[in-house]
T-cell receptor, first 108, second 115 residues
Framework: KNEVEQSPQNLTAQEGEFITINCSYS?????LHWLQQHPGGGIVSLFM???GKKKHGRLIATINIQEKHSSLHITASHPRDSAVYIC??????????FGTGTRLQVFP | DVKVTQSSRYLVKRTGEKVFLECVQD?????MFWYRQDPGLGLRLIYF???????EKGDIPEGYSVSREKKERFSLILESASTNQTSMYLC??????????????FGQGTRLTVV
């Protein structure tokens, strides 16, 4: 079993829809990252959080430490949001490990 | 801006060759990581290093070794490349957890093909 699980694996949406991607982890962590990977491979860090909630533009990330769960929300989705979204957990052992990613496609 | 630079974007090597993938970061980060990314399997940790000359095995270290002689440089070595090592390789760096913002930064990736 992976220590970091993401759902869904694939997600399609119409432009303007509210999107939620979930990440659960089974071990102790010091921080959790949400990353975005566009075709071509480049990875961009969206958020790093260890508690509570962060917002950047139309993106919101939340984490519930007790439930070992984090969510990434995209409000008013747009075709340019189409990408693979990956959560990554910084374990207490200093390892940084990844979920398998959620492929998001937003159609006009 | 943090920069994590991987030496090559695309590489084609022959089976049995020794392959070096280089990664350099310019933000004085202690932690550096090497991953490979394969369809359906996501990013899997090969090795990581938390200091100069220090290394730890990740989830799939077999067939790989690493070298960290200087803080800014972390090299991944394929001693004898095999076709099952054809993959996208990504390098990342970050501060230690607890040093404030441990945001991870990634190189652009090296797509290695072993023929």
């Amino acid at each position: 079993k992976n220590e970091v699980e993401q759902s869904p694996q694939n997600l399609t949406a119409q432009e303007g829809e509210f999107i939620t991607i979930n990440c659960s982890y089974s071990v102790g962590i010091s921080a959790l990252h949400w990353l975005q990977q566009h075709p071509g491979g480049g990875i961009v860090s969206l958020f790093m959080l260890s508690s509570g909630k962060k917002k950047h533009g139309r993106l919101i990330a939340t984490i519930n430490i007790q439930e070992k769960h984090s969510s990434l929300h995209i409000t008013a989705s747009h075709p340019r949001d189409s990408a693979v979204y990956i959560c990554a957990a910084y374990l207490l052992t200093d390892k940084l490990i990844f979920g398998t990613g959620t492929r998001l496609q937003v159609f006009p | 801006d943090v920069k994590v630079t991987q030496s090559s974007r695309y590489l084609v090597k022959r089976t049995g060759e020794k392959v070096f993938l280089e990664c350099v970061q310019d933000m004085d980060h202690e932690n550096m990581f090497w991953y490979r990314q394969d369809p359906g399997l996501g990013l899997r940790l090969i090795y990581f290093s938390y200091d100069v000359k220090m290394k730890e095995k990740g989830d799939i270290p077999e067939g790989y070794s690493v070298s960290r002689e200087k803080k800014e440089r972390f090299s991944l070595i394929l001693e004898s490349a095999s076709t099952n090592q054809t993959s996208m390789y990504l390098c990342a760096s970050s501060l230690y957890p607890g040093q404030g913002d441990t945001e991870a930064f990634f190189g652009q990736g090296t797509r290695l093909t072993v023929v």
